[in-house]
C-alpha cells in the first residue's frame, strides 16, 4: 500500500526550487496531480495556508478531486525564519511559542476549509519541524495524522500519547538526496560538511534518474516487509529535475500496489 505525498508552497516563500522555476509551484502541482490521477493514483498534497489564501482558483483544482486529499502545511512556513530560529535557540522548538502554533495551525486549516470546502485530517510541517507542543496543538484542531520525519524502518502509523497518530516519510525523499537548481554537487558537498546532514537514507544526493530507482526499489522492499510506503515528491522538484519524466516512471512503476490517501491509512486500519 502506498502514500504519494508532496508539499506544495506559496509562491512568496522564494524558494531556491521556485527561483529556478519558469512555472509557479502550484501551477506544476497541477499538472504532477492530473498525471497521477491519469495512472489512477490517490494522492496527498499537503497545502500552505498562505497559498491558499492566495491562489485559491488554482487549489481548487484539487479540492475538486476527491481522490486527492488536502492536508495542511503551516501557513507562513516558519517564516520570518530569524524570529524561529531565535526562538529554537532560546527554548528548543521552532515552531516559535504555542500559542502562535496554534493561531498559525487554525489559520491553515481555515483557509482550506472556507476556500476549499476541505476539511483538515492529515499534517505535515514545512522542513518536518514537530516542536514538543506540536502533536497537542494539531490534535486539538481536528488533525489525525502527521507525516513529519523520516524513518527508514517505519511500518504503518502509530499513535502518539497525546492522540496524534505518526506516519514518518519512509521511502527516499526527493530534495534533500537530488541535484536539482541551487543544489549542485559542489554545493550539496559544502552544505552536507557545514551542517553535518544525514537523515534515514545518509548524506548522499544522486541524479534523478538513480534516485528514480531508489524509489521504487524502497516501494518494493516496502511491501516485502509489510509496510505502507509514505512518498514525499515535490511536484517542482520533478520538474527542474527533468520535466517530469522520471515522475511518470514512478508513476507507472506505483500501479501495481493499492494507493491510498494519508487520513485513509487510518480509515483502513
Known amino acids: 500500500m502506498i502514500c504519494l505525498t ?26 504532477a496531480m492530473e498525471m497521477a490521477l491519469g495512472e489512477g493514483i490517490r494522492l496527498t498534497y499537503f497545502l500552505t495556508g498562505k497559498l491558499v489564501s492566495d491562489d485559491a482558483d488554482l487549489c481548487k483544482l484539487f479540492a475538486r478531486e476527491s481522490a486527492v486529499e488536502l492536508g495542511g502545511h503551516n501557513y507562513w512556513c516558519f517564516e520570518p525564519q530569524l524570529l524561529h530560529r531565535v526562538w529554537n535557540k532560546l527554548t528548543g522548538d521552532y515552531g516559535g511559542p504555542r500559542c502562535w502554533q496554534r493561531y498559525d495551525t487554525e489559520q491553515t486549516i481555515r483557509a482550506i476549509g472556507e476556500l476549499l470546502g476541505r476539511e483538515v485530517r492529515s499534517w505535515r510541517n514545512h522542513m518536518y519541524m514537530h516542536g514538543p507542543h506540536i502533536d497537542q496543538v494539531l490534535k486539538e484542531a481536528g488533525v489525525e495524522i502527521c507525516s513529519d520525519g523520516v524513518e527508514r524502518a517505519c511500518l504503518a502509523p502509530r499513535l502518539h500519547s497525546s492522540g496524534l497518530y505518526h506516519m514518518p516519510i519512509n521511502v527516499i525523499p526527493d530534495h534533500e538526496h537530488l541535484y536539482h537548481a541551487e543544489r549542485t554537487p559542489d554545493w550539496v558537498a559544502r552544505w552536507t560538511r557545514r551542517y553535518a546532514w544525514s537523515d534515514d537514507f545518509g548524506s548522499e544526493s544522486y541524479y534523478v534518474d538513480q534516485w528514480a530507482e531508489l524509489v521504487i526499489r524502497g516501494v518494493e522492499e516496502n511491501e516485502a516487509r509489510g509496510a505502507h510506503s509514505m512518498i514525499i515528491i515535490h511536484p517542482i522538484t520533478m520538474y527542474l ?29
Open 6 to 31: 508532496g508539499d506544495i508552497h506559496h509562491q512568496g516563500l522564494a524558494t531556491g526550487n521556485q527561483l529556478a522555476s519558469d512555472q509557479s509551484e502550484v501551477a506544476l502541482a497541477v499538472q
Open 241 to 269: 529535475c527533468d520535466g517530469f519524466g522520471a515522475y511518470r516512471r514512478i508513476l507507472r512503476s506505483l500501479t501495481r500496489y493499492q494507493s491510498v490517501t494519508v487520513s485513509e491509512l487510518l480509515d483502513l486500519s
